[in-house]
C-alpha cells in the first residue's frame, strides 16, 4: 500500500473556458498536515474539489486512498469542508451533525462524538444563527468529522477568524493528524504555514514548492512563508522572462 493519502497526477482542468491548472501533480503522505497556499484564484479551491471528486476533470488523475478521487467506497472515508457555510442556521449544533451522520448511515453516537472532537459539546443544543463565527466554523467541522474520514480536505477552514480562534482550530487539526487523519487544508494566511507538516505553494494552477517549511526558508534563504512564497515568485517570473 503507498504511503500517500492523495495521489494527483498530470491533473488538467479548465473552468469558465479557461486551463486553470494546465497539468498538476502532486503527493500528500498519509497522517500529515499539508498546507496548500497562495494568492486568490491560484487554483486552490479548484485542485480540492477534484481531490474529492465533485470537479469535472479534462485530464490526468487523482487517487484517494488508493481508489480514484469521488469514488463511493470513499464517500465516508474523505471529509470535505467548502468555504460556502454546510450547516443548517435554524437547526440546532447537534441536529445539524445528526443529519450529516444520517447521510452517511453513521448513529447519533457518531454524531456526538463529532461534537466532542471540535469541542461544542456545551453547545450542542444551541441554534446555529446563535453561534460565534469560531463555533460556527467549529459547527461545520463536526460535520464534516462524522463519518471518521481518514482523510480531511478544509478550503479555508480558519478565514474571518481572529487569531486565537484560529490557533484553536489548527491544535483540532494537529490532534486529527496526530491521530492518523490526512489534511489537506488552503489557506492564504501565510503564517499558518508554520502549523503544517509539508506546504505546498500553488500560483496560478501551478506548484511553485512542495516541501517542508525548514526547507522552503533554506532554499530561497528567507525567515518566513510569506517571504518564501514572494522569492518564488520572483524566481518563477525571472525564469519565464529567460524562457521568453
Ligand atoms: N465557477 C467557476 N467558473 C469559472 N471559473 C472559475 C470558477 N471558479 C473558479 N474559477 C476560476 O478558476 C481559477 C482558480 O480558482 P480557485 O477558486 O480554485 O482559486 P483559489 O486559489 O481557491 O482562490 P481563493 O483563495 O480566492 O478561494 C480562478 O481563475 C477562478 O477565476
Redo the contacts with the bound molecule.
Keep these: 500500500m503507498t504511503s500517500d493519502a492523495i495521489v494527483v497526477e498530470h491533473l488538467r482542468v479548465q473552468?469558465?473556458g479557461?486551463e486553470?491548472l494546465p497539468d498538476l501533480s502532486l503527493r500528500v503522505p498519509r497522517g500529515q498536515v499539508v498546507g496548500l497556499l497562495?494568492?486568490?484564484?491560484?487554483?486552490?479551491?479548484?485542485?480540492?474539489?477534484s481531490v474529492v471528486g465533485v470537479q469535472v476533470v479534462a485530464g490526468g488523475s487523482v487517487t484517494v486512498l488508493g481508489e480514484p478521487a469521488g469514488s463511493p467506497a470513499l464517500r465516508a472515508r474523505v471529509g470535505y469542508l467548502t468555504?460556502a457555510a454546510s450547516v443548517y442556521a435554524d437547526l440546532t449544533v447537534r441536529d445539524n451533525v445528526r443529519y450529516f451522520a444520517r447521510v452517511l448511515g453513521v448513529g447519533a453516537d457518531a454524531a456526538d462524538r463529532a461534537i466532542a472532537a471540535v469541542d461544542l459539546t456545551d453547545h450542542a443544543g444551541a441554534r446555529v444563527e446563535n453561534l460565534s463565527g469560531g463555533q460556527l466554523s467549529r459547527a461545520g467541522l463536526a460535520c464534516t468529522l462524522v463519518g471518521d474520514p481518514e482523510v480531511l480536505v478544509l478550503?479555508?477552514p480558519t478565514v474571518g477568524l481572529d487569531p486565537v480562534l484560529r490557533r484553536d482550530l489548527w491544535e483540532i487539526f494537529r490532534g486529527l493528524a496526530a491521530d492518523g487523519r490526512t489534511l489537506l487544508v488552503?489557506s492564504?494566511v501565510m503564517d499558518e504555514a508554520v502549523r503544517c507538516d509539508r506546504l505546498v505553494l500553488?500560483r496560478a494552477?501551478r506548484v511553485l514548492s512542495d516541501s517542508t517549511l525548514p526547507d522552503l526558508l533554506s532554499r530561497t534563504g528567507t525567515d518566513d512563508a510569506e517571504a518564501a512564497f514572494l522569492a518564488l515568485v520572483d524566481e518563477d517570473a525571472a525564469h519565464d522572462g529567460g524562457a521568453a
Design positions: 473552468r469558465g479557461r486553470v497562495g494568492p486568490s484564484g491560484g487554483g486552490k479551491s479548484t485542485l480540492m474539489r468555504q478550503d479555508e488552503s492564504h500553488l494552477g
